[in-house]
């Protein structure tokens, strides 16, 4: 079954370094997706990505966030400059279409641990 | 805005035991609703998914029926196992793309 694939799936880095998460969606999806979840805390939406731009953005996803679609496989997430409560899971997801009644796939997710 | 409200674990059950995970949703429109797991060390996986009022999503023994007078979407099993250990998120997706998620609850079940 087609997966999406996320790496690295353990990050350690100083605080103010830049990171870069990287994720491959499942191939004939349109809809790209972050997510991260704050250890014990809800999965929370950051930022949607479709054709090439943002569709949608949380509050949480400021500037110093971004996203990118490189190339025709992988899908970026860049933090630029890391805070000590970016510490979480990312999780990149991906879907065919928006219709709400397809599945959202997910990563197994990317842990970043910023010290 | 949207908003998924789920009961609070842990749930700590016996091995064969009954399980009923409560969830509730607040959206506007015809949500589609999930029930995602996440096994220790893992990533989210779907364990369900119902698209409209009245349908019943199952999946492994488990299953949630839509109810959009109570506007809940409850996870149940009849006979839980060791291997069921894990996180559970309802979840709803809606007007906007993006999947809203509840809280999680923490199933644990005891041999």
């Known amino acids: 079954e087609p997966e999406v694939t996320q790496t690295p799936s353990h990050q350690v880095t100083q605080m103010g370094q830049e990171v870069i998460l990287r994720c491959v969606p499942i191939?004939?999806?349109?809809?790209f997706y972050w997510y991260r979840q704050i250890l014990g805390q809800k999965v929370e939406f950051l930022v949607s990505f479709y054709n090439n731009e943002i569709s949608e953005k949380s509050e949480i996803f400021d500037d110093q966030f971004s996203v990118e679609r490189p190339d025709g496989s992988n899908f970026t997430l860049k933090i630029r400059s890391t805070k000590l409560e970016d510490s979480a899971m990312y999780f990149c997801?991906?879907?065919?279409?928006?219709?709400?009644?397809?599945?959202?796939?997910f990563g197994e997710g990317s842990w970043l641990t910023v010290v | 805005g949207d908003s998924v409200t789920q009961m609070e674990g842990p749930v700590t059950l016996s091995e064969e035991a009954f399980l009923t995970i409560n969830c509730t949703y607040t959206a506007t429109g015809y949500p589609s609703l999930f029930w995602y797991v996440q096994y220790p060390g893992e990533g989210l996986q779907l364990l369900l998914k119902?698209?409209?009022?009245?349908d019943k999503g199952s999946n492994k023994g488990f299953e949630a029926t839509y109810r959009k007078e109570t506007t809940s979407f409850h996870l149940e099993k009849g006979s839980v196992q060791v291997s069921d250990s894990a996180v559970y998120f309802c979840?709803?997706?809606?007007?906007?793309?993006?999947?809203?998620f509840g809280g999680g609850t923490r199933l644990m079940v005891k041999p």
């Open positions: 979840a709803l997706r809606g007007a906007g793309n993006m999947l809203t």
């Open positions: 997801a991906s879907s065919r279409d928006i219709y709400s009644g397809n599945t959202i796939y």
């Open positions: 191939s004939n999806h349109l809809y």
């Open positions: 119902a698209t409209k009022a009245d």
